[in-house]
């Protein structure tokens, strides 16, 4: 059965704090990919990575950052959190003829 | 650049209806089209991609290059459709793959 697996489920943190989202995918894939979903926005892409240590401005990148330091592995870097960061975040991982495999999602607050 | 739009946010049928979902879409080149769904306190999944030409759980969608568009369709909605569905789009000469705001059905008894 494969699997995207996202650290945390559910995650509280407080205004200005330094915030890590991991995201682990065991299928060898090579793209890695970031969103945020927002009712009535969809998902909404952060950030992309094709390869390790490669990474891509999605269409909404601004207060995030992303590393890659090995394949299986995708983190999200809030560098200081803001309000409007609380969202559900969504890592996908896929190979260039796959389909798109999903986290199950962790839900953010920022207080 | 590429764009999906979803122009309906919400969709409600009755069972046994006729349902469809409009998807749209901008991309230069030859653009690989998906449907994803997302069932509720389930992670997201696919549930159909346009190469694969399948029907899934009674689901048709095809690809109409010329109006650029990827609808997908059911003859006759049954009520476990009721889900958030997604049109995604993943560019034939990169890695991106982009998604449209989705469309949330409900299908009443």
Not at chain 1, 32 to 43: A, E, H, I, S, V
Not at chain 2, 97 to 105: D, E, H, I, K, R
Request: aromatic residues 12%; charged residues 25%.
């Amino acid at each position: 059965d494969v699997k995207v697996t996202q650290s945390s489920r559910y995650l509280v943190k407080r205004t200005g704090e330094k915030v890590f989202l991991e995201c682990v995918q065991d299928m060898d894939h090579e793209n890695m990919f970031w969103y945020r979903q927002d009712p009535g926005l969809g998902l909404r892409l952060i950030y992309f990575s094709y390869d390790v240590k490669m990474k891509e401005k999605g269409d909404i990148p601004e207060g995030y950052s992303v590393s890659r330091e090995k394949k299986e592995r995708f983190s999200l870097i809030l560098e200081s959190a803001s309000t409007n960061q609380t969202s559900m975040y969504l890592c996908a991982s896929t190979s260039p003829h796959t389909e798109a495999f999903f986290g199950q999602g962790t839900r953010l607050t920022v207080v | 650049a590429q764009r999906v739009t979803q122009p309906e946010k919400l969709l409600s049928v009755f069972k046994g209806a006729p349902v469809e979902l409009k998807c749209n879409y901008s991309y230069s080149g030859s653009p690989e089209l998906f449907w994803y769904v997302q069932y509720s306190r389930q992670r997201l999944q696919l549930l159909l991609r346009h190469i694969s030409r399948e029907s899934i759980k009674g689901f048709t969608a095809d690809l109409n290059k010329g109006e650029t568009s990827f609808h997908l369709k059911k003859p006759f909605a049954q009520e476990e459709d009721s889900a958030m569905y997604y049109c995604a789009l993943r560019g034939s000469n990169d890695y991106k793959l982009s998604f449209g705001a989705g469309t949330t059905v409900t299908v009443r008894a």
